[in-house]
């Protein structure tokens, strides 16, 4: 029988679920998405690995045909990676997603500029005014807004995007259907009819902790660029600029309110590593002028509105919540000594010993790609090995 195009992407996604990796690696040894489900389908198996023989096994096209009346039912819009309107830019990224379900519009993100802005849930009020006061003026000189809906200065970003009339796109941890963050519901409606809500997760699908790892690499994959707001030593948005870094785009940061407090540590050191300090939009504006002129406004800047130093007292830092910095280890050569265990001891002794070591290495190596790509990041945010662009990882 003969199905869609549609469909087929469906259920490559229901086969091998929506963030895994190993499906583009499955796909690789088919001439297209139709060719491998009718060779699947028919037990052919040679090309599945264990770990995915269960969920491929229970795909087919019955539950595509009811994912698909769940959506029309709700207003939930699809686009499939082989559709003409797919965004280019996330068919650059590592492991992009096969389908996108969405509720607004995101005809507008390719030839647009777009930036990613993320920072900590637990912002301080200096970080809330500069996010406010920059995100008002790039959404008005015709930038688009990128975020991860999460309460913070992701709300902000979202909010002041909306209050300049611009556009905004919501990208979530979670399906569409799943009421996360609840402080946020209200605001579904409003980003849909001034850009998008957008998740890679079927609609029923609820919140876990690789949601949130694996939203990050679309969430920086949007954007031209991010934009760090505030993050501490182990901010998640770090883990935003990370991927931000491996998919060649550009990192900036708000400088640090207090050089010394660990709730500016994320952005100390990102500046420290190249990224660039934003002092206001112009310093993000700067970077795509040429190549996107027609679509700038020509509305003030934040620099020609900036108000003189007062002699106020700086505001009071709110704590954050999270984990506290861990205490500098002595550096050898024996991974003993850092204290690492399991498989985060597995993929530093890994690329101490093979130099210079691309994620797919690894995740042949050692195992499930996201699992790596979070001690990874660790590793990274300890010092002990850093990034390279091209998903590559030395010590």
Known sequence: MQYSGRQYWLWLTLAFGPANPRKWNALSHYGSVAEAYERISSSDASKILPQDAKTVASADMSKVQKLEELCDGRGIKICCYGDPDYPKRLKEIYNPPSVLFYFG???GIDGNIVITAVGT???????????????????????????????GLDSVAHSAALKAGGITYAVLPCGLLCDYPKENL???????????????????DGVTSLGFRARNRVLSGIGLGTLVLQAGSKSGALSTASFALS????????????????????VAGLIRDGAIPVFDSGDILGEYTEGYRHNLQ????YKKSAKKPSNEKPPKIQSEDEKPEQELLEITEDSEAYGLEGTKKRIYEYIREHGETH?????????????????????ELDGLIRSLPGNRFSV
């Open 105 to 107: 519009d995101i005809s």
């Open 121 to 151: 849930k637990n912002p301080s009020e200096y970080s809330v005014d500069v996010a406010r006061r920059l995100i008002t003026d790039l959404a008005s000189n015709g930038v688009g807004i990128a975020s991860g809906f999460t309460v």
């Open 186 to 204: 209200e605001s579904r409606p409003i980003i849909a009819s001034h850009g998008a809500l957008i998740s890679e997760y079927f609609p029923g």
């Open 247 to 266: 998919q060649g785009r550009d990192i900036f940061c708000v400088p640090p309110h207090e050089l010394f407090n660990d709730s500016y540590a994320g």
């Open 298 to 301: 020509t509305k003030p800047l």
């Open 359 to 379: 994620l797919d290495q690894l995740a042949v190596g050692i195992g499930d790609v996201f699992e790596i790509e979070a001690f990874l990041t660790e590793l």
